[in-house]
DNA sequence: TTAAAAATGTGCGGCAGCGCACAGATTGGC
DNA sequence: GCCAATCTGTGCGCTGCCGCACATTTTTAA
């Protein structure tokens, strides 16, 4: 039975959480963003470390979202969503990364996708749907634009290449899950780890930040020793490094021969869907065949 | 390795093959369907035997559709999408099932998502995106209502009712591929065959259908073994007969007990999501608590 | 009528991953 | 500086499922 330590019950959602001023519930445990308040910052169309749904608008567009933008920082483990709740806020992930995260009643959880830069949490919402079984959790501290699902949804209706980007998105969302299913039913742990830490670098655009063994197995719906034992061997071999929480990649193409075609099919889609919006870090584009 | 028979290479789609009068191809060997021909029939709104999305459709929003909806046959096996081709058709199935099935390079493969009565096929082609990972194949022979995928933007573009159920529908199938992926990982073959058969029971509508127990492993992702020492004791328990791919639910609550909660789960959303139109044969509503 | 194909049943060795237990190393809190 | 919490490493027996081989029955094709 995989179960994700110290979350005895459910932690209220990011929005209460934020709206009372409190730190964030951290799942599992975490010394991290325990004092992480928001920062509340008004966001810029030219800044450097923007999330790439939104440097994809035009210019025009932009400016109908850009107003109700505001940077948050997200703390590690933060809850953004609970599963069955409604979800107010719509998220653009810039330095962190969220994961959907599907949970059983005996605790048992897998993850069902990741998001970070290159899309957004929170914008099913505007489709008529507000809830879904999916829980969304920061599995990587840092920051997000946030604004109202409700200046959102105006916004969508004024404009069409938000909604253009936000159906690509959802589309490549859609694969990635897909392919999960496939890749959890038929792959070994070392192979899922190493899909998973190049998703998680792509995400993030750097090659290093933060995650337990502990996390990962969660994550990957697996022991926590499993995921130990298949690191080593990836460390052995000089593709990664960890240490206490800290990984970092040293051989993106070593991992990605490691790792099972998943990796590729996904970033394959991501890069024709949502073109230089992408994930792509560390990655050399490469044709299919 | 789990592999399905009989595919050494991919047929063609089902748009070429109804369109130069070929039959379909099977996947995997089946006798059915072998001459299926389309019929064309013009869809009447009153229809019975109606697709539940169109029928839930308000009456002006349905004029929309129905001129252009032609009835057509679906044998066993055929596939209606291949993996990474354009769709140019949207189906609702009324009496067949539709499986969407992710494969990898070495031939294993696994059911994501069952789409039956309940909801439709091909519509992600109209939020722009026109291809996806994901091959669809008629996995219970019956019949669907056709319509070009030109003539369906169009109507979506002018009956919100359309979208909004879409949206809907968009939900219920994101919670399903969801679960399938916790499910996949953490539950038995046992558990999740049950699962499986009373999916196909709920899209179809009723208890009997044919499936091989090849079929059934090929989209569990399991051995064809595997599938027949758990459909055995499934068997003698007396919750379910079968006979040379002649499946029948006995008795549906008894099964329910042996599946997952990952049945209900998924059954309660698309109820909360699609109403009456959700998949409903032989349940009894409860409540989530 | 006969042969071939399809569908199901069964047994067996092997292994990946589980559950559990415990040990060492590092870090943060006091 | 010490203690407690966190993180990682390792070993061991167990089990669910795999891969394979082969038998039996029913259906289809010739």
Known sequence: MRQINAVPEHPPSVSEQV????????????RYGVMGLEQNTPVQHADPCQ?????????????????????????????????????????FPTTCIVSLVC?????????????????????????GAEATNARAIVQSAGDADRMSLQSFKSALQRSDALMQLLLYFGQALLTQIGQTVVCNRHHTVEQRLAR??????????????HATHEWMAAMLGVRREGVTTAAGKLKC???IDYRRG???????????????ECYREVSNEYQRLLGASGRAYGRKRTSRE
Chains 1, 2 share one sequence.
């Open 196 to 209: 998973r830490l190049l998703w998680s670098s792509d995400c993030l655009g750097v090659p290093q930040w």
């Open 237 to 239: 071999a000089g593709l």
């Open 103 to 127: 949970e059983l009643t005996d605790g048992c959880s897998v993850e069902t996708a990741m998001v970070g830069r290159e899309g957004c949490v929170g914008a099913a919402g505007s489709m």
């Open 19 to 30: 709206q009372s001023g409190w730190a964030g519930t951290r799942y599992p445990h975490s």
């Open 51 to 91: 999330n790439q749904l939104l440097s994809a608008l035009p210019h025009k567009d932009a400016e109908l979202l850009f107003p109700d933008l505001k940077r948050v920082h997200l703390p590690e483990g933060t809850s953004i969503r609970e599963p069955g709740q409604v979800m107010h806020q719509v998220y």
């Open 246 to 260: 800290e990984v970092r990649i040293l051989d993106h193409s070593g991992l990605e021969a490691r790792a099972c």
